[in-house]
């Protein structure tokens, strides 16, 4: 915890706002999707996705292949409290289905489904896109699809099992992706795997969501160690996500801005 504090009062001592950025690319993307503050149709659909989370008191068996959880201590966990205490939080929802809307995305793929508060938003932000969403734990990923079913979200096609196996199935040398949101295992080593994996898929128009960046020291480092690779030219860091970018056009530049 006091790593997180330290680690916020530096992100907010070097944060700016769109007024200090001079890239017409990355201002463009601050001003019209980060700081958009109209209301859209498909807020409401996050807002009742979230509630019937939160309103089911059932508990799983979470099968944790990560980092672990600093909230729990069991891995029998309620459902409702899951949604509430691990799961995307409501602003980071509608930003996340602005982002996926404001570049169009149709081919994205999420590391961590989790109880599929983000790979919702991910899924409505353009009507063409195809989803493909990765989780481990089996009990988690039943869920996930149940509610999917429920709200007839038939964009989402999830993948179960570790992270190394299910890589596999969706053959990374043939993919692709507009969107990748990083969720995953929250580890230095892991992230740079799941980085260095997926670069060949990486085009000029490609956008990368990493979650947690500042979780740790650990992930931290592997932040430091993205920003650095030479297919990266310009990179976001919001604190909890970091956006990277390969616009080969652009010099190489690293941003921090408060969302």
């Not at 859209?40 to 996705?49: C, R």
């Not at 944790?64 to 966990?77: E, L, Q």
Request: glycine share 4%; charged share 25%; net charge neutral.
């Amino acid at each position: 915890m006091l790593f997180q504090i330290k680690s916020y009062i530096k992100f907010l001592w070097h944060s700016k706002n769109e007024h200090a950025v001079h890239s017409p690319f990355v201002f463009s993307l601050i001003t019209k999707c980060f700081y958009d503050k109209q209301q859209k149709p498909a807020y409401s659909i996050l807002k009742k996705y979230r509630e019937a989370l939160l309103s089911n008191q059932n508990t799983i068996t979470v099968t944790d292949f990560g980092a672990g959880s600093k909230v729990f201590r069991s891995n029998t966990r309620e459902i409702a409290q899951i949604a509430k205490t691990a799961g995307i939080s409501p602003k980071r929802a509608k930003l996340l289905y602005r982002i996926s809307h404001y570049f169009e995305s149709k081919s994205i793929l999420e590391i961590g489904t989790s109880l599929g508060l983000a790979t919702v938003p991910l899924a409505l932000g353009n009507a063409e896109s195809q989803v493909t969403t990765l989780e481990g734990c089996p009990e988690t990923a039943q869920l996930a699809m149940k509610q999917f079913k429920t709200f007839d979200l038939k964009n989402i096609h999830i993948q179960v099992g570790e992270f190394d196996v299910t890589f596999e199935k969706i053959e990374i040398e043939n993919a692709a992706y507009d969107l990748v949101y990083f969720d995953g295992n929250h580890s230095k080593k892991a992230t740079l795997d799941y980085f260095h994996t997926l670069l060949p898929t990486a085009s000029n128009d490609t956008v990368w969501i990493f979650d947690d960046i500042h979780w740790s020291e650990d992930m931290e480092a592997a932040w430091s160690d993205i920003k650095r690779h030479p297919t990266v030219t310009v990179t976001i860091d919001t604190y909890q996500w970091g956006f990277v970018f390969f616009r080969k056009e652009q010099p190489k530049e690293h941003f921090i801005i408060r969302i």
